[in-house]
């Protein structure tokens, strides 16, 4: 019998190979919608965070990749380590395309 079928049986819904799927789920993508409501409370406090429609779709949009792709490195990469530098790479590809797209660092 394999884990998950165990963890099944015994009521345990959760499906990542860690164990800990729903905890670090649950704080990912609350942390995502919690980064993309920070600039519109932002705006209400003062005049520096401009920020248009355009923009929160713009980054919402990230958001929703990055936080895909983390869930799709958990799933399908066995061990720690490499779950952790899938992550990594996707956090720095993400804060990477997140400067060009604000202040243009690649030009």
């Known amino acids: ?5 165990e963890r099944t049986m015994a009521g345990d819904n959760r499906t990542s190979a860690s164990g800990t799927g729903s ?29 248009g429609p355009e923009d929160f779709t713009v980054f919402g949009i990230m958001l929703l990749v990055a936080c895909s792709a983390c869930e799709l490195a958990v799933r399908l990469i066995a061990g720690r380590a490499g779950r952790l530098v899938a992550i990594a790479a996707i956090g720095l590809a993400f804060l990477l395309v997140w400067a060009e797209l604000a202040v243009g660092i690649f030009h």
């Open 23 to 51: 905890a670090w789920r649950w704080l990912m993508w609350g942390g995502a919608a919690a980064l993309l409501a920070l600039p519109a409370l932002a705006m209400r406090f003062t005049t520096e965070v401009d920020w």
């Open 1 to 5: 019998m394999t884990r998950i079928e």
